[in-house]
């Protein structure tokens, strides 16, 4: 990650990990090196919209939309989820 997550960041899978449907846990997860992340609801959306086309902003106020919430407040949830999947370097941006 080169500097700050900000509003303007477009997440990204990294090479390697993948999002897909797990029939055996009946949700869907992210595929990892040697781990699996299990995904709920709001986490395989924002996953989903991390697709190297979306900034954080486009992610925030598409989940905003969908799930009929403030904006402002799904942003901060979205940023702190992604900065978590940064962490655990599992998305670039």
Do not use: W
């Amino acid at each position: 990650m080169s500097g700050a997550l900000t509003a303007q960041s477009v997440p990204v899978l990294r090479r390697g990990i993948r999002r897909h449907f797990d029939a055996a846990r009946g949700q869907n997860v992210l595929q990892c090196p040697e781990r699996v992340i299990l995904l709920d609801e709001i986490a395989d959306a924002i996953v989903a919209l991390c697709d190297g086309q979306h900034d954080v902003a486009a992610i925030s106020a598409s989940l905003a939309q969908r799930y009929a919430a403030d904006v402002a407040l799904v942003q901060a949830d979205v940023t702190e989820f992604i900065a978590g999947l940064l962490e655990k370097q599992v998305v670039t941006v």
